[in-house]
C-alpha cells in the first residue's frame, strides 16, 4: 500500500505549486491582458508574443528549461520554485484570455452609459464593468485552473516531490505502481470534478444571464 | 546561428518522433472519442453513465500520471513499450476530451434542420448520414484541431518514461556535452513553430465554420460580443476552456 | 371573392386533440382543405395554430383525431402508427417553416435535390434538372451554388419553398413563412406564395399578413385558445369579422401598421 503520510505530504506541495503558479499566473495575467486590448499596435504585438511563445511551449519543455537550462540562482534550484515560476507563465495566458473574454462580454453601451453620466474610469471599472465581466472570467478561470492542477504533476519530473513524486518513488522500491498510481488518481479527482461541475454551473449561469440581456 | 541550426536539423528524428506519437494517439482517440461522444447521446442511460465515468477519469487524470499507469502499472499484465505507452495512454485521454466535442457537435445540430428532414419523409438513416454527421464534420474541425495541439505538446511528456521523442532527444543531446539549455531551447522553437502551424489552421477552420454555419463559434474569445448578439446559439459551452 | 368550386377534398382533418404536459393546446380541431384551396389561419400567439398545422404533417403526434389525404385515411390516433406510414404521409403534404430550416452544409441546389432523390428516388440528374426549375421559379437562379448563410432571410425562404415544391407535394403547409424574416423582404416571399396560390396550389397558411391573407385565401380560418372559432371567406372574417374577438384581433394586427 501507498503510505497515507507520504499521500498528505505530496498533496500538500501538488497544492503549493497549485495556489503559487495561479497565484503568479493571474498577476502576470492582468498587464498581458491590457496590453492585449491596448488600442497601440505595438503593444498588442507585445501582448500577442507573450501569450503565443506562453502556450506554444510545452509545459514539461518550460519546467525543463527554467530548473536545468536557465541559472537563475535561487528560482532554479528549488524545483517547486521552478515549476511554479513555469506553470504559472504558461497559465498567464490562459488567464489573460478569460480577463479578455470577460471584458469583451460585456457591451460597449455600458461603458458609454459609464461615460454619460460622467462616471471616472475607476467607477466605471469597479460599479459596472467588473461586476459583469467577473462571472464570465470566472467560469473559464475555473477550467484552467483544473488544467493547471493536473500541469502540477509535471513537477515531479524536476523533482518537485509533489504526490506524482511519491508515487513514482514508491512504485520503485516495491508497491504495486496500479496502487500507487491510481491512489493519487483519486485524489486528483476529489479537486478536479468538484470545480469542473462549479465551472459548469457557472458557465450555464453566465449563458442565461448573458443571453437575457442580448435582445 | 549555425550551432542552433544544426542543432535543429539533429533534433529531427525527435520531431518526427514527436509527430508520429500524436498522430497514433489522434487515431486511437478520434474515433474512440466518436463512439463515446454517440453513446452520450444515447437514451441508453446505463451507457451514458459508463462512458461518463470514462471521460471524468481521462480528464481528471493529469496526463503524466495516466502515461505511468500505463507504462508501469500495465507490468502487471503485459509488456508495452515506450511509444505503445504513449499511444494507449494519449490515445483514452484525446478520448475522453474528444467525447465531449463530438457529444457538443452532435447535440448543436438546429433542431430546425431535423424538423425539415423529418417533414421531407427522411428515414432515421438518412436523417444521421444527410444532416447530422456533415454537421458534426464540419463543426468539429476547429475544436479537433485543438485536440491535437494538445496532444502533440503532451507527446513531450514521454520524456519522463525516457523516449527519444523531441524534448528527450534535446535532453540527451545537451547531456553529451553538458550545454543542455541549447538543445533545449531549439526544442521549444520546434514545438512553437508546429504548435503555430496548428493554431492556423484552426483558425482556417474555424472561420470556414462561421461561413457555413453563418454562427460566431465560442472558441475565439475575441467573439464574445458577436456571441452576446447570436442568441440563437446552440445550449454548448461558451467558454474555449471548458470545450478542452 | 366567389364561393370556390372546387373538386373534392385533398386534406381532411377531423377532431384534432393535443396536449403538452397536461395543458391541452388543441382541443378538437377540423378542417377541410378542398383540391386547389388556399387557407390563411389566423390567430393570436399560443392559440395553437402552429401546433395544429404541425399536427398534418404529423411534426407532433395528434393525441386524437385523424388524418385524410384525398379520401384516404392516414392517420388515426386511436391505431398504432409506423414510422413507414408517417413517412408516407410527410411525402405528399410539403412544409414551410418559420425560420427555413434549411440543411445548413448543403448548397440551395442540394437543399432542393437532396430529398428528391433520397425520398423519391429520382436519379441525379432528374432531381438536379427539377430543382434547377423549383429555384427559377422562385426567382433564385443566380444563388444555386450558395450556402444558406450566404442567403437572406428571403431567399433562404424561397429555397425552402422550391425545395417543397420539388416533392410535388399534395398540399403545402405554411408555418409563420415571413414572420423572420425583415420587412422588407417578406414581399418577395409572399409574392412567390400568390403566385403558386394563382397556380392553383392547395395551401393551408398560419399568417399574421392579414393584407396577405386577404388577397390570397380563398378562407381563413380563426384559432383561440386550441380552438377553431369561425371560418369564413376573408370578406366574412376581415372586414365584418362574426365575433367580437375576431374584431379585436384584426385590428390590433392590421391596425397599428
Request: aromatic share 8%; with cysteine; proline share 4%.
Amino acid at each position: 500500500m501507498l503510505d497515507s503520510s507520504y499521500v498528505i505530504e505530496g498533496l500538500m506541495i501538488t497544492l503549493q505549486i497549485w495556489v503559487g503558479a495561479f497565484l503568479l499566473s493571474v498577476i502576470l495575467a492582468v498587464p498581458v491582458a491590457i496590453l492585449r486590448r491596448s488600442d497601440n499596435l505595438l503593444l498588442r504585438f507585445i501582448g500577442g508574443i507573450w501569450a503565443w511563445i506562453a502556450r506554444g511551449i510545452p509545459p514539461v519543455a518550460w519546467l525543463i528549461i527554467i530548473y536545468f537550462g536557465l541559472s537563475l540562482g535561487i528560482i532554479s534550484e528549488v524545483p517547486v520554485y521552478a515549476a511554479i515560476v513555469g506553470l504559472g507563465v504558461v497559465n498567464s495566458a490562459y488567464i489573460g484570455d478569460s480577463i479578455r473574454a470577460g471584458l469583451d462580454a460585456v457591451p460597449t453601451g455600458q461603458w458609454e452609459g459609464a461615460a454619460s453620466v460622467g462616471m471616472n474610469l475607476r467607477d466605471t471599472l469597479f460599479r459596472v464593468i467588473l461586476p459583469q465581466a467577473l462571472p464570465v472570467m470566472l467560469a473559464s478561470t475555473a477550467a484552467y485552473s483544473i488544467t493547471l492542477l493536473k500541469n502540477t504533476a509535471i513537477a515531479s519530473i524536476i523533482g518537485a516531490n509533489e504526490m506524482v513524486f511519491y508515487a513514482y518513488n514508491a512504485s520503485q522500491v516495491g508497491v504495486n505502481p496500479l496502487v500507487a498510481f491510481l491512489t493519487i488518481g483519486i485524489v486528483y479527482l476529489l479537486f478536479t470534478i468538484p470545480v469542473g461541475l462549479f465551472a459548469r454551473w457557472l458557465d450555464a449561469r453566465v449563458m442565461r444571464s448573458t443571453t437575457g440581456v442580448a435582445s | 546561428m549555425e550551432n542552433y541550426l544544426d542543432l535543429a536539423v539533429d533534433l529531427l528524428p525527435g520531431l518526427r518522433t514527436s509527430i508520429y506519437m500524436a498522430l497514433a494517439c489522434l487515431a486511437v482517440g478520434l474515433p474512440l472519442g466518436f463512439l463515446a461522444g454517440m453513446a452520450l447521446n444515447s437514451q441508453q442511460r446505463w451507457l451514458r453513465i459508463v462512458v461518463v465515468i470514462f471521460v471524468e477519469i481521462f480528464r481528471g487524470f493529469p496526463a503524466l500520471l495516466t502515461l505511468y499507469l500505463v507504462y508501469f502499472g500495465l507490468t502487471n499484465f503485459l509488456v508495452v513499450g515506450r511509444f505503445t505507452s504513449v499511444v494507449i495512454a494519449f490515445g483514452l485521454t484525446s478520448a475522453a476530451y474528444a467525447a465531449e466535442i463530438f457529444r457538443a457537435a452532435i447535440a448543436s445540430v438546429p433542431k430546425g434542420q431535423l424538423e425539415a428532414a423529418q417533414s421531407l419523409a427522411f428515414t432515421r438513416v438518412q436523417i444521421t448520414t444527410r444532416v447530422i454527421i456533415p454537421h458534426v464534420l464540419n463543426v468539429v474541425v476547429p475544436p479537433i484541431i485543438g485536440i491535437a495541439i494538445i496532444t502533440f505538446q503532451g507527446t513531450a511528456l514521454a520524456y519522463a518514461i525516457g523516449a527519444r521523442e523531441l524534448l528527450g532527444s534535446a535532453y540527451s543531446i545537451g547531456m553529451t556535452d553538458f550545454r543542455v539549455l541549447e538543445p533545449l531551447m531549439v526544442a521549444a522553437a520546434l514545438y512553437l513553430v508546429v504548435t503555430s502551424l496548428l493554431s492556423w489552421m484552426e483558425i482556417l477552420a474555424d472561420r470556414r465554420v462561421q461561413r457555413i454555419t453563418g454562427k460566431a463559434s465560442r472558441r475565439r474569445s475575441g467573439s464574445a460580443r458577436k456571441r452576446l448578439k447570436g442568441k440563437t446559439d446552440d445550449k454548448t459551452s461558451k467558454s474555449p476552456a471548458l470545450a478542452r | 371573392m366567389t364561393v370556390p368550386t372546387h373538386s373534392g377534398i385533398a386534406l381532411s382533418a377531423r377532431e384534432i386533440h393535443k396536449s403538452f404536459g397536461g395543458k391541452e393546446v388543441l382541443k378538437g380541431i377540423s378542417a377541410d382543405v378542398h383540391k386547389g384551396e388556399h387557407i390563411a389561419i389566423i390567430g393570436p400567439s399560443g392559440s395553437g395554430k402552429s401546433t395544429f398545422i404541425r399536427c398534418l404533417n404529423l411534426l407532433e403526434l395528434p393525441d386524437a383525431g385523424t388524418l385524410d389525404l384525398q379520401g384516404e385515411r392516414v392517420f388515426d390516433a386511436d391505431r398504432r402508427t409506423s414510422a413507414s406510414s408517417v413517412r408516407a404521409l410527410r411525402r405528399r403534404v410539403g412544409m414551410v417553416f418559420q425560420s427555413f430550416n434549411l440543411f445548413a452544409t448543403h448548397t440551395a441546389l442540394e437543399n432542393v435535390a437532396l430529398a428528391q432523390k433520397l425520398v423519391l428516388g429520382r436519379d441525379k440528374n432528374a432531381a438536379r434538372k427539377r430543382a434547377e426549375e423549383q429555384l427559377e421559379r422562385v426567382g433564385l437562379q443566380d444563388h444555386m451554388q450558395k450556402h444558406p448563410s450566404q442567403l437572406s432571410g428571403g431567399q433562404q425562404q424561397r429555397v425552402a419553398i422550391a425545395r417543397s415544391l420539388a416533392m410535388d407535394p399534395e398540399v403545402i403547409l405554411f408555418d409563420e413563412p415571413t414572420s423572420a424574416i425583415d420587412p422588407e423582404m417578406r414581399v418577395e416571399v409572399l409574392k412567390v406564395m400568390k403566385e403558386l396560390a394563382e397556380a392553383g396550389m392547395t395551401m393551408l397558411m398560419v399568417t399574421h399578413e392579414i393584407q396577405f391573407a386577404q388577397q390570397a385565401a380563398d378562407r381563413v380560418m380563426f384559432i383561440a385558445d386550441g380552438e377553431a372559432l369561425a371560418t369564413g371567406t376573408p370578406q366574412e372574417m376581415l372586414v365584418d369579422p362574426p365575433h367580437e374577438r375576431i374584431h379585436r384581433f384584426v385590428k390590433a394586427v392590421s391596425g397599428v401598421v
